[in-house]
Antibody, heavy 127, light 109 residues
C-alpha cells in the first residue's frame, strides 16, 4: 500500500526556517517524481515544488517560493524534504506531499497526475 | 501562466441530481494534462479524473470528465451523499509547472 506521511510542521516566527519531511512507503521511491502542495486556511490548493525521479532529479518551483524553499530527496531513506527559509505570514498552510505519475513514451509524458497524497502537516508562521 | 477558472464557486444540489462543474483555461490546454481532484473537509485531495476523461482507479462511473482546448467539464451523475465536497481542476504546463483552479464547492441543497 502506497503511503506518504508528512512531518516537521509547527509554529515558527516570521523570518524563520523549517524543514518538512515526507516519508514514503509501498512503492519504489527513487522511480517517482514528487511534489509539495499547500493549502492556506479556507483557500484552494497551491502547487509549490517538483522534484524528478532518480538521484539528481530536476527541480521546479512556484514563483511564490522560489529562492526561499528548496526541495530535495533521499532515495536511501525513501524521504522527500522541503527546506523553507525566510518564512512569511502568508506561508501559513497545510503542506502536502504528492506522488507524480505519468504515462511516458518516446521521451514525452502524458496524463500527468498526482495519484497519492499525504495527509499534510500544518505550518503556522506567526509572531 | 495559464489560469484555470472554475465555475460555479458553489453548487447546491440534492442527492440523486446531476452536477456539472466547469473548468476554463486562459489558454488552450492539452487534454492529456487536465486533471480533477476531490477534497473533503480535513482530508487530502483525491485523484478523480486524469487526461480530462480517464477515471482513476476505484472512482465510480457516475464521475465523468470531458472537454478540450480551454473548456473542461466534470459531471457527477446521481449524486450520492459522499460526493458533496470541493472539486479542483489542475493542469500541467511550463511555468509554473502546475496550476490549480480555485475550486468548486458542491453542497447539499
Amino acid at each position: 500500500e502506497v503511503q506518504l506521511v508528512e512531518s516537521g510542521g509547527g509554529l515558527v516566527q516570521p523570518g524563520g526556517s523549517l524543514r518538512l519531511s515526507c516519508a514514503a512507503s509501498g512503492f519504489t521511491f527513487s522511480s517517482y517524481a514528487l511534489n509539495w502542495v499547500r493549502q492556506a486556511p479556507g483557500r484552494g490548493l497551491e502547487w509549490l515544488s517538483y522534484i524528478g525521479p532518480g538521484s539528481s532529479g530536476d527541480t521546479y518551483y512556484a514563483d511564490s517560493v522560489k529562492g526561499r524553499f528548496t526541495i530535495s530527496r533521499d532515495n536511501a531513506e525513501n524521504s522527500l524534504y522541503l527546506r523553507m527559509n525566510s518564512l512569511r505570514d502568508e506561508d501559513t498552510a497545510v503542506y502536502y506531499c504528492a506522488r507524480d505519475i505519468a504515462d511516458c513514451s518516446g521521451g514525452t509524458c502524458y496524463e500527468i497526475r498526482f495519484d497519492y497524497w499525504g495527509r499534510g502537516t500544518q505550518v503556522t508562521v506567526s509572531s | 501562466e495559464i489560469v484555470l477558472t472554475q465555475s460555479p464557486g458553489t453548487l447546491s444540489l440534492s442527492p440523486g441530481e446531476r452536477a456539472t462543474l466547469s473548468c476554463r483555461a486562459s489558454e488552450s490546454v492539452s487534454s492529456s494534462y487536465l486533471v480533477w481532484y476531490q477534497q473533503k473537509p480535513g482530508q487530502a485531495p483525491r485523484l478523480l479524473i486524469y487526461g480530462a476523461s480517464r477515471r482513476a482507479t476505484g472512482i465510480p462511473d457516475r464521475f465523468s470528465g470531458s472537454g478540450s482546448g480551454t473548456d473542461f467539464i466534470l459531471t457527477i451523475n446521481r449524486l450520492e451523499p459522499e460526493d458533496f465536497a470541493v472539486y479542483y481542476c489542475q493542469q500541467y504546463g511550463t511555468s509554473p509547472r502546475y496550476t490549480f483552479g480555485q475550486g468548486t464547492k458542491l453542497e447539499i441543497k
